[in-house]
């Protein structure tokens, strides 16, 4: 993929949502079959440190630039990202389409019922989007091989042509990496919480809060403790090490 800009060593990529969505139906109409990867900021910092998360990004297909702060970097580093593109957002444009072109979806992950919620609610929206299954496993930090093979076959008898996974990033993105060639559906994608955020379940930050790169505030306060690491203590890490690639970029040019 031409359209991508390497941010601490994760390509990720600079189409806007709209470009993105588009990307998508061509691939679907061709018969295509591809792995996304939606990457927050935490997660490109992870990647930096984590050569095997790293590969996986970028031997995927497409790494959705989930952050205001990768649209400031990729300005400084001279190849502008088009637009923010989130779970939160893709997930409900694309219901819309799908609903139009009989695109069918299945929803895997989440805890308990929320698959089930986040179907009626689509289905509220666009009665004719085809809701071909979902399912929630049990948690684990690692499924069985038995559990694994569960999730597949249903998948597979489902034949989709959306796989949205909520496993929690990166569990999802290794989780779909490590089953990619035995799952029959286009595009596999993991989204995180855009499930729980799409179904109504959990409020999402105002749009102001969004625009600005401050969604991880509103979500920061949802949840202070499980956060706090992630962004008062990893995420500062973000800007100094932007800045030292630029000016490595700048010394290169020099010699």
């Known amino acids: 993929m031409k359209n991508k800009v390497n941010i601490l060593s994760v390509n990720i990529s600079t189409l806007n949502l709209d470009s993105t969505v588009s990307l998508f ?24 440190r984590n050569k095997q998360l790293k590969d996986l990004y970028n031997s995927a297909d497409m790494c959705l630039p989930d952050g205001v702060p990768l649209i400031w970097a990729s300005k400084l580093l001279g190849a502008p990202i088009d637009g923010r593109v ?34 009626s609610h689509l289905l509220s929206i666009y009665p004719n989007l085809v809701i071909a299954g979902y399912y929630s496993p049990p948690f684990a930090e690692r499924f069985s091989d038995e559990e694994n093979n569960k999730m597949i076959t249903m998948i597979n008898v489902a034949k989709p042509h959306i796989l949205w996974v909520s496993l ?10 490590d089953h990619f060639q035995k799952i029959d559906a286009n595009i596999m994608i993991g989204v995180g919480g855009a499930f729980e955020v799409t179904a109504g ?55």
């Open 168 to 177: 929690t990033a990166p569990k999802q993105d290794f989780w779909i990496f």
């Open 25 to 48: 139906e061509s691939w679907i109409s061709n018969g295509e079959k591809r792995r996304i990867c939606v990457t927050p900021v935490n997660c490109v910092l992870w990647a930096h």
């Open 86 to 119: 989130t779970g939160l957002d893709l997930l409900p444009k694309f219901s819309s389409i799908a609903a139009n072109k009989a695109y069918r979806f299945f929803f895997l992950g989440a805890k308990d019922g929320v698959a089930e919620k986040l179907s």
């Open 201 to 255: 379940l959990i409020p999402r930050a105002p749009l102001w809060m969004q625009r600005n790169g401050l969604e991880w505030l509103f979500r920061f306060f949802q949840e202070p403790r499980r956060l706090f690491k992630r962004y008062i203590i990893q995420a500062p890490l973000f800007i100094p090490l932007i800045f030292l690639q630029k000016l490595r970029s700048l010394i290169c040019k020099i010699e």
